[in-house]
Nanobody
């Protein structure tokens, strides 16, 4: 199983980035997907999650209204659209996969719930 993130980079505060996570080696449509981030010196933090169907999402309060998760099961890819970025959003962003028997339920925010993880992509927001 491989999860490969892309799309990170340097952006000014107020800008936008779109991250992608391409999955291989698993039946993507059977997995709820999550995004997490980790800033230097801090613990990994939940960002958001999306159900297998893509019809339901859940977000951390810190990103609600600014970030949007979507997925394309035909392309085995999950996305994280980040708008109105702030310097405090600077972190390594990772996607994760959680095998789920539920088509329309999101996974939680606990890292222990996810079986597979990507290596992450760096997002840096300058002030």
């Amino acid at each position: 199983v491989q999860l490969v993130e892309s799309g990170g980079g340097l952006v000014q505060a107020g800008g936008s980035l779109r991250l992608s996570c391409a999955a291989s080696g698993l039946t993507f449509s059977l997995y709820a997907m999550g995004w997490f981030r980790q800033a230097p010196g801090k613990e990994r933090e939940f960002v958001g999650t999306i159900s297998r169907s893509g019809g339901n999402t859940d977000y951390a309060d810190s990103v609600k209204g600014r970030f949007t998760i979507s997925r394309d099961n035909a392309k085995n890819t999950v996305y994280l659209q980040m708008n109105s970025l702030k310097p405090e959003d600077t972190a390594v962003y990772s996607c994760a996969a959680d095998f789920s028997p539920y088509t329309h339920l999101t996974s939680g925010g606990g890292t222990y719930q996810y079986e597979y993880w990507g290596q992450g992509t760096q997002v840096t927001v300058s002030s």
